[in-house]
Each structure stands twice: as structure tokens, then as C-alpha cells.
T-cell receptor, first 111, second 109 residues
């Protein structure tokens, strides 16, 4: 099994540009998470999906961030427009229960 | 105060040494997780435990629910163990993880 697949692995963009990240969770995992990890910090939850429903998006900066999980499988996370402070690693994880499986992350650099 | 505190922040050891990383938490939890993160970002789950002790190879994780404390031990450490070790807790039924800041472990040959 491929595990949780994220793309791209790395992305460098200029500020004010849009960017999108993609995540394919493990087949059958109903719960999908997007986390953001700043340098030297632990990951922090941005949004959690149960199937196609966003059940916890309280930490998602909704003025510039959006996410979707069509058909309850793949998910995309978008930032528009990106700011310098958005530079971080964006991690996707999926789970059936309390055991998370993480993707390799997307390292975003905004210049 | 963070809900999950780890110590030390940084740890340097010589190959073969016994290593301990500590984690304290301030809330009731349903499970505690130990995770490993290598440079490049990917996170691997090492242990999930809610009581007692678990062992996998050279890694041992223990938890004391009454004291809200967990430890991760590495026996006979090796340079390939060099990574960031992260403690995280899950609460209730939503399975969201709250993470500590991580411990950067460097094992020198």
C-alpha cells in the first residue's frame, strides 16, 4: 500500500501568489487531517474531515485558506494569496481510529 | 503553558548510549503517541499507548496516567536514530492530535 501521498514535496512561490497542495489518504480511512508545522514547532491542526465533511476547521485562516475533500477521498488545501508567514511544512494525515498515518509533507517557501 | 511539554529540546549522544526523552501533558487523554520525524518532514508513528509499556526493537515507551507523564527510551543508540521525536496526545472521540514541540536527537558515531 502506498500510504498517504502528498504532492508536491517542495514549493517555492512569491508572496501574493496562490498555491495548492494535494493529499491522497489511505484507502478506507474516513478521517483526513491537514496540519501545519512551523520550523522548530510541533504540527498544528488546520482542518479535519470526516468523509467529505469538515468537522473541525476552527484553526483554518479562512480569509486566505480553503480546503475541500470531494467524494470523501482526496483533499486539496489552497492558500490565496500566500504571505511570507505561510512558509512551513504542510502535513496531511489519515486515520480510521486514533492511529494516524502521515504523508511526507509539502515544504512551502514563500519569498 | 502548552498542553504537551517535552524535554529535553535537544539531545546529543554517543553511539551506544541509553537515551530517554520525556513528555508531560496537562489534560485528560485517550491515548499518547510517540512519533519520529526525519529531515524532509515525513512523520512515522512509533507507539500509541494509553497505559503501561510498549516495546519495539530498541525502543521502549512507558506512560504513567496518574502523573500525566510518558517516556521514550532508546537502547544501544545508533546514528540512524538521529531525528526529531515528537510526543502527541489525543483526547475524546475526535482523534485530533495535540503535539509537543519535539526533541531533536543527534547520535554521533
Amino acid at each position: 500500500e502506498a500510504g498517504v501521498v502528498q504532492s508536491p514535496r517542495y514549493k517555492i512561490i512569491e508572496k501574493k501568489q496562490p498555491v495548492a497542495f494535494w493529499c491522497n489518504p489511505i484507502s478506507g480511512h474516513n478521517t483526513l487531517y491537514w496540519y501545519r508545522q512551523n520550523l522548530g514547532q510541533g504540527p498544528e491542526l488546520l482542518i479535519r474531515y470526516e468523509n467529505e465533511e469538515a468537522v473541525d476547521d476552527s484553526q483554518l485562516p479562512k480569509d486566505r485558506f480553503s480546503a475541500e475533500r470531494l467524494k470523501g477521498v482526496d483533499s486539496t488545501l489552497k492558500i490565496q494569496p500566500a504571505e511570507l508567514g505561510d512558509s512551513a511544512v504542510y502535513l496531511c494525515a489519515s486515520s480510521l481510529d486514533q492511529h494516524h498515518t502521515f504523508g511526507s509533507g509539502t515544504r512551502l517557501t514563500v519569498v | 503553558k502548552n498542553e504537551v511539554e517535552q524535554s529535553p529540546q535537544n539531545l546529543t549522544a554517543q553511539e551506544g548510549e541509553f537515551i530517554t526523552i520525556n513528555c508531560s501533558y496537562s489534560v485528560g487523554i485517550s491515548a499518547l503517541h510517540w512519533l519520529q520525524q526525519h529531515p524532509g518532514g515525513g512523520i512515522v508513528s512509533l507507539f500509541m499507548l494509553s497505559s503501561g509499556k510498549k516495546k519495539h526493537g530498541r525502543l521502549i515507551a512507558t506512560i504513567n496516567i496518574q502523573e500525566k507523564h510518558s517516556s521514550l527510551h532508546i537502547t544501544a543508540s545508533h546514528p540512524r536514530d538521529s531525528a526529531v521525536y515528537i510526543c502527541a496526545v489525543s483526547r475524546g472521540s475526535n482523534y485530533k492530535l495535540t503535539f509537543g514541540k519535539g526533541t531533536l536527537l543527534t547520535v554521533n558515531p
